[in-house]
């Protein structure tokens, strides 16, 4: 008996995926995403995927097995964590941090979610790798900045505007490019925070 055989098809399947550096899926992960901005996710295809990154197409296939994971794996791959580290001691300059962090990639994030409009409402595994990306991670962290401004007294913590804050600056987000055809800029959202949700919470 080979070793090949003792070891197993799911061993071998192990073996095959390792070959895959990680540098090499960071280049398939960032080929794909941008492609879905650039054209869509209609008109990407693995093969298309394969020629812009010089592979053949049984290794794309190999590993992720159809174009949905694919997308879901690169969209997990792609978690940025913007707010991560965001603790000045000041909630109101936290949130202008975190405006001017969310401004930076809004355009990229926008462009990714709508090419990806469609797609995620047909599947599952694609609408959650998109919440685990670029919603769960971002509310999450901008809720413990809100919780530390309420642990140092900066604001009641049965402020009733405290837990509209996350959908304020998402909404935003998500809105402007509907209502003015422009992405939502880092001077767009500091001056949003400014107007709107530091009024909305008490603070200056």
């Avoid at 965001?86 to 300059?93: F, H, M, P, Q, V």
Wanted: include cysteine; aromatic fraction near 6%; glycine fraction near 8%.
């Amino acid at each position: 008996m080979t070793s090949q055989a003792a070891d197993g098809p799911e061993t071998v399947a192990a073996s095959r995926r390792s070959k895959i550096t990680p540098e090499r899926e960071r280049e398939f992960f960032d080929a794909v995403l941008e492609q879905i901005r650039e054209c869509g996710y209609d008109s990407v295809t693995m093969e298309g995927i394969a020629a812009s990154t010089r592979c053949s197409k049984s290794t794309l296939y190999r590993q992720w097995k159809t174009k949905p994971q694919f997308v879901a794996a690169a969209l997990r791959a792609n978690r940025k964590g913007r707010f991560a580290g965001i603790d000045t001691g000041s909630l109101a300059e936290d949130l202008r941090r975190a405006a001017r962090a969310a401004g930076d990639w809004s355009g990229k994030d926008a462009q990714l979610m709508q090419a990806l409009g469609h797609a995620i409402t047909q599947d599952p595994g694609l609408q959650q790798a998109l919440r685990e990306t670029l919603i769960d991670p971002e509310i999450a962290a901008l809720r413990q900045i809100l919780a530390r401004g309420v642990e140092r007294g900066e604001v009641r913590a049965d402020h009733p505007a405290l837990e509209y804050v996350p959908a304020m600056m998402f909404g935003v987000l998500r809105a402007r490019p509907v209502l003015c055809g422009e992405y939502a800029d880092s001077g767009y959202l500091l001056r949003f925070v400014e107007a709107a949700v530091l009024p909305a919470l008490g603070l200056t």
